[in-house]
């Protein structure tokens, strides 16, 4: 699987973004993706995930209520929306993808990373 992630900027307090991860390879269809952040100085967190149907997500309690994520499967492209978003906001995100069907939330299944995209919330 590969990765292409993007749609990071700068974006004021309470504004919104919408991340893209472009994916390609045989096993892209069958792959849990996932998006992730990290912080400068923090460890990398996984905020949100899909599984390969779409069926099923998964978010992190920090982001719970502001984010959605999304797989469209004719254009390849997994979405995050990124509402009232605040300056802990402010990461680098990552796409990966996991080939996993239930556990979805499992951050360490993840193995098929993607380069990140910078989001900046400025208050």
């Known amino acids: 699987v590969q990765l292409q992630a993007s749609g990071g900027g700068l974006v004021q307090a309470g504004g919104s973004l919408r991340l893209s991860c472009a994916a390609s390879g045989r096993t892209y269809s069958r792959s849990a993706i996932g998006w992730f952040r990290q912080a400068p100085g923090k460890e990398r967190e996984l905020v949100a995930a899909i599984s390969w149907n779409g069926e099923s997500t998964y978010y992190a309690a920090s982001v719970k209520g502001r984010v959605t994520i999304s797989r469209d499967s004719a254009k390849n492209t997994i979405y995050l929306q990124l509402n009232s978003l605040s300056p802990e906001d402010t990461a680098v995100f990552y796409c990966?993808?996991?080939?996993?069907?239930?556990?979805?939330?499992?951050?360490?299944?993840?193995?098929?990373w993607g380069q990140g995209t910078l989001v900046t919330v400025s208050s």
């Open positions: 990966a993808a996991a080939w996993t069907t239930v556990q979805i939330d499992d951050s360490k299944l993840y193995k098929y």
